[in-house]
C-alpha cells in the first residue's frame, strides 16, 4: 500500500495538482510550436505551486506552512502573467486562458483563506 501525505487531503494542492496538469498540457502545445523556454517557465511554476504547498505541509510550524502557501500563491501569479502574455502574443486562445485565469483566480482565493484558517505560532 501507498503511502500517504498529509498535502493529498488539501483541497489547494488538489486544486493546484489539476492546474499544473492543465499548464503541462498547454507547456506540449508551445514546445510543438517550438517555444520551448516559454513551456518550460511554464511548467515550472506549474509545479512550484503544487510543490511549495506539498512541502510547507510538512512543517510542525503554521508561520512556516503561510510562508510556502505564499510562494505558491506567487508561482500562480507568475503562471497567470504568463497566460496573459502567451495570449497577447496569439500563442493561445482567449478562451483557453479565460479558463485558466479563472482556475487561478479561483485557488489564489483559496490559498488565501487557507493561509488565514492556520493558527500562527506565537513564541
Known sequence: MRPHF???DL???RLGQDLAV????LAQKLDQKGLF????QLRAAGLSLTNNIAEGSGSTHAKEFKQFLN???RSLFEDASMLLVFE???LVSSSEV???LNACDLLSR???????TLQTDTT
Do not use: P
Open 6 to 8: 498529509r498535502f493529498e
Open 11 to 13: 483541497e489547494v494542492w
Open 22 to 25: 492543465q499548464f503541462h498540457k
Open 37 to 40: 523556454r516559454y513551456a518550460e
Open 71 to 73: 510562494i505558491a500563491r
Open 88 to 90: 497577447s502574443l496569439g
Open 98 to 100: 479565460d479558463l485558466l
Open 110 to 116: 483559496k490559498i488565501t483563506n487557507f493561509s488565514r
